[in-house]
């Protein structure tokens, strides 16, 4: 018995459209932002303009406030007739991080794990690629505006290859506590 499951799906190319070289007038910094394709995170390289309210003195969140604003964006036309789209909401913002929270932390306007997971995906493997934000391979590590504790993400293969299963509750992150505090307290068990 036949089963009508719908059209079959389009063909998507998820070619990343070549950027202008020279956008003349923006200041910004080149970034790979992720949107998805295919439903898959497929990074695309952009001229990230820095925030115009620079309301933000903490570098790390202002650099994490100018790449949530370029996830927010609609792709171009070109990168629409690729295939690409975005599901990160308007409006999200990135705020100072708090006393207490660990080196790198970025705290978005809203809680991370009331986000979409495609689109808290999409946050953990661009700010995971950012080197501004991101001190090298490992874990994202973000929080809401209020006092939870941030908790930690990963971009891996996984996230990459289906975002829409990410967990939305990460690991909450541990403050690093220095290493001679460590070796005191390894000793005295």
Do not use: H, Y
């Amino acid at each position: 018995m036949p089963v009508d499951v719908g059209p079959a799906p389009s063909r998507v190319s998820c070619d990343t459209p070549e950027q202008p070289s020279g956008q003349s007038g923006v200041q910004g910094f080149r970034a790979t932002v992720e949107l998805v394709c295919g439903s898959q995170l497929v990074g695309v390289e952009r001229v990230v303009p820095v925030p115009e309210k620079r309301t933000l003195k903490d570098p790390v969140a202002l650099v994490a406030q100018a790449l949530l604003e370029a996830l927010e964006r609609t792709p171009s036309g070109e990168e629409r007739d690729a295939g690409f789209t975005t599901g990160v909401p308007e409006g999200l913002t990135a705020v100072a991080p708090r006393a207490g929270d660990p080196a790198g932390t970025v705290r978005l306007s809203r809680k991370p794990e009331d986000l979409p997971p495609v689109a808290l995906s999409q946050i953990v493997c661009t700010l995971a690629g950012s080197d501004a934000v991101s001190a090298g391979p490992g874990p994202v590590v973000l929080g809401g505006p209020n006092a939870d504790p941030p908790r930690t993400w990963e971009c891996t293969d996984a996230v990459r290859s289906r975002p829409e299963s990410v967990l939305t509750l990460g690991e909450i992150a541990r403050p690093t506590a220095s290493a001679g505090a460590t070796a005191g307290a390894t000793a005295g068990r």
